[in-house]
């Protein structure tokens, strides 16, 4: 079981920055960081393979910034440019390897923290 604790979370003012953080126990094939708004769905934000390429949802590409630091088993979410619609609480995950089907699933999830950005 991978545990994950995510910090960095707090209120902006639009056009401002936050860097989220997220401490794993372990990395594993693939981490990420998805968001819940209120009212709304979970939504993917970006995520980082093993392999160090990044994907990032559209509504955030050129904003935010996924990264980890392997040595200290963690990850983070630079967020620039911040807007209002960012508003959500940001979950990191962590993939697990299903060596058969050769596939890696996000099927570890933190607790959240919350973003709060202001107009």
């Known amino acids: 079981q991978v545990q994950l604790v995510e910090s960095g979370g707090g209120s902006v003012q639009a056009g401002g920055s936050l860097k989220l953080s997220c401490a794993a126990s372990?990395?594993?094939?693939?981490m990420g960081w998805y968001r819940r708004a209120p009212g709304k769905e979970r939504e993917f934000v970006a995520s980082i393979p093993s392999d160090g390429t990044t994907v990032y949802a559209d509504s955030v590409k050129g904003r935010f910034t996924i990264s980890q630091d392997n040595a200290k088993n963690t990850l983070y979410l630079q967020m620039d440019s911040l807007k209002t619609e960012d508003t959500a609480v940001y979950y990191c995950?962590?993939?697990?390897?299903?060596?058969?089907?050769?596939?890696?699933?996000?099927?570890?999830w933190g607790r959240g923290t919350q973003v709060t950005v202001s107009s």
């Open positions: 995950a962590a993939g697990k390897r299903n060596k058969i089907l050769r596939t890696c699933n996000f099927s570890y």
């Open positions: 372990e990395y594993n094939c693939k």
